[in-house]
């Protein structure tokens, strides 16, 4: 069972934007902490934004801050990831995952996350 899944990826022209969407089920809706990573080809992972659920607390990295946002529904155990002003420089697989042991706040490193989703391919290019 997919304990996440992402959708909203595409093909999106420079300046332009994309919501991607990170659904959560099973064990991992209960997870503390939501993160955004992506991976471009030939680069290595990278943390773009999380979320601590139980106070809505809020990390991005240097390179969206201001660009992206990050958000969550409680009703239905989504994050959501706003992305405006989108540079070819995303153009990424975005994934999302769940880190159970988060207590205070969130990060942007991989190791603490343990759930994640398959990823959505963000294309951005003119």
């Known amino acids: 069972q997919l304990q996440l899944v992402e959708s909203g990826g595409g093909l999106v022209q420079p300046g332009g934007s994309l919501r991607l969407s990170c659904a959560a089920s099973?064990?991992?809706?209960?997870?503390?902490?939501i993160g955004w990573f992506r991976q471009a080809p030939g680069k290595e992972l990278e943390g773009v934004s999380c979320i601590f659920k139980s106070t809505d607390s809020t990390v991005y990295a240097d390179s969206v801050a201001g660009r992206f946002t990050i958000s969550r529904d409680n009703a239905d155990d989504t994050v959501y990831l706003q992305m405006n002003m989108l540079e070819p420089e995303d153009t990424a697989v975005y994934y999302c995952a769940a880190d159970r042991r988060a207590s205070t706040r969130c990060v942007l490193r991989s190791s603490p996350y343990k759930y994640w989703g398959r990823g959505t391919q963000v294309t951005v290019s003119s």
């Open positions: 099973g064990v991992a809706r209960a997870y503390p902490a």
